[in-house]
């Protein structure tokens, strides 16, 4: 039963393409977000979305968009590749209004740019 | 800038023995989590701490929270070697959750 799931799990491309990933949960939850953990493990968010609206929009350059189709799915496309965004992407979700913020991380999707 | 810092980057510990990691932020927070993360895997939420709290237990965890200091540490006791992951604290603000850097926690059996 896979609360948070990401396909594809690895990504290899050239500089240049578009590629994207896609992301779903089944936990029932409100909020999804994407993050990107570089080569130094440092975990920072990229976007969040409240029931298909985006509330959080990290600077991001815009060759990365995001599309929430329903609430239980968000994907990031992803135009023009570049080197440096060779990283792990996690997707994750979680109740905003609930107790607290606690985040259900998907397994991740490493991206490879060549 | 980076909300969340831990301290140490890396440690190493014989299995059995306690691990402790502390987090410094900046801002204030709402609350404040703990995060493991096994080698490539994704991060898995261990325990959180409410602004008003001072210590909080789970299991063979502790974590403490000094809002005065904006810190925080996380104690695992009798550690075993499947606790060997990177541990993340993030902190909760407004509408979202930001993490630290993380400490890599070697436990040798």
């Known amino acids: 039963d896979t609360a948070v799931s990401q396909t594809p799990k690895y990504l290899v491309t050239q500089m240049g393409n578009d590629k994207s990933i896609k992301c779903e949960q089944n936990l029932g939850h409100d909020t999804m977000y994407w993050y990107k953990q570089d080569s130094k493990k440092f975990l920072k968010i990229m976007f969040s979305?409240?029931?298909?609206?985006?509330?959080i929009n990290e600077t991001v350059p815009n060759r990365f968009s995001p599309k929430s189709p329903d609430k239980a799915h968000l994907n990031l496309h992803i135009n023009s590749l570049e080197l440096g965004d060779s990283a792990v992407y996690f997707c994750?979700?979680?109740?905003?209004?609930?107790?607290?913020?606690?985040?259900?991380f998907g397994p991740g999707t490493r991206l490879t740019v060549t | 800038s980076q909300q969340g810092e831990e301290d140490p980057q890396a440690l190493s510990i014989q299995e059995g023995e306690n691990a402790t990691m502390n987090c410094s932020y900046k801002t204030s927070i709402n609350n404040l989590q703990w995060y493991r993360q096994n080698s490539g895997r994704g991060l898995v939420h261990l325990i959180l701490?409410?602004?008003?709290?001072r210590e909080k237990h789970s299991g063979r965890l502790r974590v403490t929270l000094d809002t005065s200091k904006k810190s925080s540490s996380l104690l695992i006791t009798a550690s075993r070697a499947a606790d060997t992951a990177s541990y993340f604290c993030?902190?909760?603000?407004?509408?979202?959750?930001?993490f630290g850097t993380g400490t890599k926690l070697q436990v040798i059996p």
């Open positions: 979305y409240n029931n298909k609206e985006l509330i």
């Open positions: 993030a902190t909760r603000g407004y509408q979202k959750v930001t």
């Open positions: 994750a979700s979680s109740q905003v209004g609930g107790p607290s913020y606690e985040q259900y």
């Open positions: 701490i409410r602004s008003n709290e």
